[in-house]
Each structure stands twice: as C-alpha cells, then as structure tokens.
T-cell receptor, first 114, second 111 residues
Framework: ETGVTQTPRHLVMGMTNKKSLKCEQH?????MYWYKQSAKKPLELMFV???????ENNSVPSRFSPECPNSSHLFLHLHTLQPEDSALYLC?????????????FGPGTRLTVT | AQSVTQPDIHITVSEGASLELRCNYS??????LFWYVQSPGQGLQLLLK????DTLVQGIKGFEAEFKRSQSSFNLRKPSVHWSDAAEYFC?????????WGAGTKLIIKP
C-alpha cells in the first residue's frame, strides 16, 4: 500500500449504530487530519493530530470521536449520527503541521446516515 | 475573517482550449496559497502552491497560477486542457495553522 488509505470506502448506517472509519498513511508523516466534504461546500476541517496529539478540534459534535494510536493510523468513531452527517469523510496527512505543509489525501469514505 | 471564494461552481471548456479558474481570498498577511484537484472517486492532490517569490508558479500536469496581491487573487491556468483534466478544483489559503478552502469549481470538458 502507498499513500493514504481509507476503509471502508462506503458506509451506510442507521442513526443508532456505532461504526468506525479507519485511515492509514504509509508516508512517514507526523500530522493527520479528518475533513468533512459536503456537496457545494468548502472542506470542513474536523480534527488535527500532530505526533499523535490532538491539536485542533473545530467544534465538532461529540458524536464524532477521533483516535490516533500512532502517527500512521487515525480513526473516526461514529455514534448516534444524524442524516446531515451524510458526507464524504477525507483523511489527510502531512510531514508536519504547518501552514506550508502539503497535505496528502486518501480517497475518502462516503457515509450515508439513514 | 479569512475566506476563499471560487466564483464559478462549474466551468465547461472544449478539449484543447485554454482554461482559467478563479480564486479570490481574504487574508490579513502574506498568504500561503494552494490549488488542489479532486478526480472522481479520489482524494485531493496538490497541483501547486505559492509561498513567496515569483508570483507565477508552475505546477504538475501543465498547470500554472499567478498570485496578484492587488487583486487578492490566485487564478489557475492551463493553455490547453485534456479530457483527463475533468475534475473538481479547490483553492485554499493557509491561515492560523489551518487551510481555509474554497467550495470548488467543477471542470467539464467538451469533446
């Protein structure tokens, strides 16, 4: 595997379910990100981890819970989601967490909440 | 407040024609500017970036962008588009240790 991988690629879940999204980066980077991408809206940064420590949480509802066990893996745990949470969830990584850092993106998980 | 505006939701261009995608930003200091491309079913890929120096920057896939401070713009250009350029293009500005993103412009290529 190369680059940034995400699993699953598609997920349909009910509002009472609990599921997790997984992201893995094979680039040796130190920073990882979760973004939400909704149609016709700018990407919304959700969480940032730098050297496994959470450095940003952009007022994300508690029904989204991130986990970063090491610099290569990032999870997004989901529970009691709402239909408006349906979106493409993108994971990204960068060498470090700086303004100039190029971010490398995974293909995303298409989430549908029913 | 920092913001990025991509005025065109979608643009249709004939294959072989030139392309310009617009990006305007609002940022107090000298910005870090980026263009990313997202092909269908894929994540975003960096096309090019501007930090300082020469205001005309070259990127991958034959793209270039010009930073114009007086117009707060960072427009993306390509002299001749190919069908494989059909994708969504995102402009972003680096601010407060986050990227501020535009809503994207979808490029449609006519054969």
């Amino acid at each position: 595997e190369t680059g940034v991988t995400q699993t699953p690629r598609h997920l349909v879940m009910g509002m009472t379910n609990k599921k997790s999204l997984k992201c893995e980066q094979h680039l040796g980077h130190n920073a990882m990100y979760w973004y939400k991408q909704s149609a016709k809206k700018p990407l919304e940064l959700m969480f940032v981890y730098n050297f496994k420590e959470q450095t940003e949480n952009n007022s994300v509802p508690s029904r989204f819970s991130p986990e970063c066990p090491n610099s290569s893996h990032l999870f997004l745990h989901l529970h009691t989601l709402q239909p408006e949470d349906s979106a493409l969830y993108l994971c990204a990584s960068s060498q470090d967490h700086g303004l100039a850092a190029e971010q490398y993106f995974g293909p995303g998980t298409r989430l549908t909440v029913t | 407040a920092q913001s990025v505006t991509q005025p065109d939701i979608h643009i249709t261009v004939s294959e072989g024609a030139s392309l310009e995608l617009r990006c305007n930003y609002s940022y107090g200091a000298t910005p870090y500017l980026f263009w990313y491309v997202q092909s269908p079913g894929q994540g975003l890929q960096l096309l090019l970036k501007y930090f300082s120096g020469d205001t005309l920057v070259q990127g991958i896939k034959g793209f270039e962008a010009e930073f114009k401070r007086s117009q707060s713009s960072f427009n993306l250009r390509k002299p001749s588009v190919h069908w494989s350029d059909a994708a969504e293009y995102f402009c972003a500005v680096g601010g407060n240790y986050q990227l501020i993103w535009g809503a994207g412009t979808k490029l449609i290529i006519k054969p």
